[in-house]
Antibody, heavy 125, light 106 residues
Framework: QVQLQESGPGLVKPSDTLSLTCSVS????????WSWVRQSPVKGLEWIGF???????NYNPSLRSRLILSVDSSKNEISLRLSSVTAADTAVYFC???????????????????WGRGTLVTVSS | VLTQSPATLSASPGETVTLSCRSD??????LAWYQQKPGQAPRLVIH???TRATGVPTRFSGSGSGTDFSLTITSLQSDDFAIYYC??????????FGQGTRLEIK
């Protein structure tokens, strides 16, 4: 049973870069899509984006200019970097592994059946 | 945009409830439902509008297509009281979620 564990600083200053890591245990990164979702009282559940083990990415347009998702197969980790953060980025950040069905390379189904426990990130000076 | 209703639903154990999720775009059957309890991550309940996820009890059922979807829970048990979210994967990016329906004990 694959398990996901998020880690990173719980407090980030405004205008700084938020960096989170998701450690994957009980399975390999290879061949899977990996996703981040965040949740705040104001915005609810918000999809951040995904990264495939081979490097393909897709980001939420609202975050695209500030976001980098990456994989490190040697460490079995996924990383999130979000730059120029503001208080609006305060949220619980979840690492997740969606089930993705592709047909001729086009994603036809995308739902999340494996989630990490989440980590709270507060943006404040 | 996914609009869930009602925002809060009060019910008693043993009752049957139906939660609604409406989309402003045609989604076909590309909709999932999640259950979330306090302090926990969401849990997949239904995908493809009507397919129960692995391990989900048969008292949970999903229906609908296009723009109107429902999640029905029969014979409510105490473990079912939680917040339920719908999520679409037809028109993306971004993948989007509804704002949730809180199912509380009456």
């Amino acid at each position: 049973q694959v398990q996901l564990q998020e880690s990173g600083p719980g407090l980030v200053k405004p205008s700084d870069t938020l960096s989170l890591t998701c450690s994957v245990s009980g399975g390999s990164l290879s061949g899977f899509y990996w996703s981040w979702v965040r949740q705040s009282p104001v915005k609810g559940l918000e999809w951040i984006g995904f990264v495939h083990s081979k490097g393909r990415t897709n980001y939420n347009p609202s975050l695209r200019s500030r976001l980098i998702l990456s994989v490190d197969s040697s460490k079995n980790e996924i990383s999130l970097r979000l730059s120029s953060v503001t208080a609006a980025d305060t949220a619980v950040y979840f690492c997740a592994r969606p089930t993705v069905l592709t047909i001729f390379g086009v994603i036809e189904k995308y739902f999340i059946d494996v989630w990490g426990r989440g980590t709270l990130v507060t943006v404040s000076s | 945009v996914l609009t869930q209703s009602p925002a809060t639903l009060s019910a008693s154990p043993g009752e049957t409830v139906t939660l609604s999720c409406r989309s402003d775009l045609h989604l076909g059957s590309d909709l999932a439902w999640y259950q979330q309890k306090p302090g926990q991550a969401p849990r997949l309940v239904i995908h493809s509008a009507a397919t129960r996820a692995t391990g989900v009890p048969t008292r949970f059922s999903g229906s609908g297509s296009g723009t109107d979807f429902s999640l029905t829970i029969t014979s409510l048990q105490s473990d079912d009281f939680a917040i339920y979210y719908c999520q679409q994967y037809k028109k993306w990016p971004p993948i989007t979620f509804g704002q949730g329906t809180r199912l509380e004990i009456k």
